[in-house]
C-alpha cells in the first residue's frame, strides 16, 4: 500500500509499505480521508520522541476491512471514523476496534474532519463543563477546531452567553460564524468583559490566560483546562479561595483517555457524531489535499495559513 513516512530530515515522502494486518482487539481500515491536526505539526518537529521513519497521521474515516482476533467479523464493511495513534497517513491504518466508531450517517470527508477535536470539544462542554441551558462560557483558542465546535455545542446545549477569544481581528471575523455572542482579540482579554463573570472557561493557553480566567469565574463556576497553548508555567491557585465560591478546577485529556476507558471516549464521540449527522454542529472543511501533499497542509497548518479544518483526499 501507499504510505506517507516522515524521515529523520523532517520531510513527508509517499512511499510504498507493506498492509498492515491487524492484532487482537484491532480493525484495519481502508482510509478514505484522514484529517490533518496541530499534533502532526508536533510530531514533525520533534516533539514528541517517535523513532523514524513513522507514518502520521491520527484520525481518518472509511471502511473497515479486516479484523483480528476477538472483533466482530460482521464489523467489516462498516463506515467508520478511527481515531488512532498514529498511520492514518495511508491507504490502510490499523485502529483498536472500540475507536473505530460508526459513521453510517455521516460523509466521509465530514468524517475525516470530526477527527480528535469533534469529541474533545462534546466532552468540554458536556461531560466537563456541565453546559446547559442559561449557562453562560467563555471559550479561549475560540478560531481552533475545538473552539469553532465547543461553540457550536455550548449553543446547541442551551448556553445563554458564548463568548471567544482569538488572536486577531481577521481570526475573530472567522470566529463569528460558529455561534457566538461575542468574540474578543487576545489584546482585549480580560479587559473588555470589565466584571463579567461566566459559568464555565474552556482554557487550552495556559498562564497568565488561566490566572486571569480563575478571577473570571462565577460562583459555582468550571474552569476547563485541556492544554499549554503559551505556557506549561505553573499557575498558582487557592482550593480554600475556590471552596468559598463552590468554583472548581477540571481537566480533560482525550489522549490518555483514549488508553484508559476508549469505550467512554468512543460513546462520547457517537453522541457528538450524531449532532453533527443532525446538522446541530457543523465541521468546517476549508482545505482538500492528496496524499502526496502531507507537507504542504501541515506547512500551512503551522504557519497560520489555514483556517478550520483541512483533510487528506487517501481513497
Ligand atoms: N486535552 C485534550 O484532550 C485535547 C484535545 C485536543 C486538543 N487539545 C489542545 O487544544 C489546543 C487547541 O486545539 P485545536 O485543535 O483547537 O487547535 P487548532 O485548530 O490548531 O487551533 C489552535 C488554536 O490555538 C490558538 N493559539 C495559538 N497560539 C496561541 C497563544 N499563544 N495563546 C492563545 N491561543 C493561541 C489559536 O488562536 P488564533 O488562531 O486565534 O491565534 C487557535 O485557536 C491544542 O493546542 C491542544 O493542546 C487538547
Redesign the pocket.
Known amino acids: 500500500m501507499k504510505a506517507v513516512v516522515l524521515g529523520a530530515d523532517d520531510h513527508f515522502r509517499l512511499t510504498e509499505v507493506p498492509d498492515p494486518v491487524p492484532g487482537p482487539g484491532e480493525v484495519a481500515v481502508q482510509v478514505a480521508y484522514a484529517g490533518v491536526?496541530?499534533g502532526d505539526v508536533l510530531v514533525r518537529d520533534g516533539h514528541f520522541p517517535l523513532p523514524r521513519p513513522l507514518v502520521p497521521g491520527f484520525e481518518v474515516a472509511g471502511r473497515i476491512v479486516a479484523v483480528g482476533d476477538g472483533v466482530d467479523q460482521g464489523r467489516v464493511g462498516e463506515q467508520v471514523v478511527a481515531l488512532v495513534g498514529g498511520g492514518g497517513y495511508a491507504q490502510v491504518v490499523l485502529a483498536p476496534a472500540a475507536l473505530a466508531i460508526s459513521a453510517a450517517n455521516v460523509d466521509a470527508r465530514t468524517a475525516a474532519g470530526f477527527g480528535?477535536?469533534t469529541p474533545?470539544a462534546y466532552?468540554l462542554i458536556h461531560t466537563v463543563a456541565g453546559i446547559g441551558p442559561g449557562d453562560s462560557v467563555l471559550i479561549?483558542?475560540?478560531?481552533?477546531?475545538?473552539?469553532?465546535m465547543a461553540a457550536q455545542f455550548a449553543a446547541a446545549a442551551g448556553a445563554r452567553r458564548i463568548v471567544g477569544?482569538?488572536?486577531?481581528a481577521e481570526?475573530a471575523g472567522y470566529?463569528r460564524q460558529f455561534g457566538y455572542h461575542q468574540v474578543l482579540t487576545?489584546a482585549e482579554f480580560p479587559r473588555a468583559l470589565g466584571e463579567e463573570t461566566f459559568d464555565a472557561v474552556l482554557d487550552?493557553?495556559g498562564g497568565a490566560?488561566r490566572t486571569a480566567s480563575l478571577a473570571l469565574l462565577a460562583p459555582h463556576g468550571r474552569l476547563v483546562v485541556?492544554?499549554?497553548?503559551?505556557t506549561f508555567d505553573p499557575v498558582d491557585l487557592s482550593t480554600n479561595d475556590l471552596l468559598m465560591n463552590g468554583q472548581s478546577v477540571l481537566?480533560?485529556?482525550?489522549?490518555l483517555?483514549s488508553r484508559t476507558h476508549p469505550a467512554r471516549l468512543a460513546a462520547g464521540a457517537a453522541e457528538a457524531l450524531a449532532l453533527v449527522a443532525n446538522g446541530s454542529v457543523r465541521i468546517d472543511i476549508t482545505a482538500e489535499h492528496e496524499l502526496a501533499d502531507v507537507e504542504t497542509a501541515l506547512a500551512n497548518?503551522a504557519s497560520?495559513t489555514t483556517h478550520g479544518k483541512s483533510i487528506i483526499r487517501v481513497r
Open positions: 491536526q496541530w480528535w477535536s474533545t466532552a479561549h483558542a475560540g478560531s481552533g477546531g475545538v473552539g469553532t477569544v482569538v488572536g486577531d481570526r470566529a487576545r487550552p493557553v490566560t485541556y492544554g499549554n497553548i503559551a481537566t480533560y485529556n482525550s489522549n483517555l497548518l497560520g
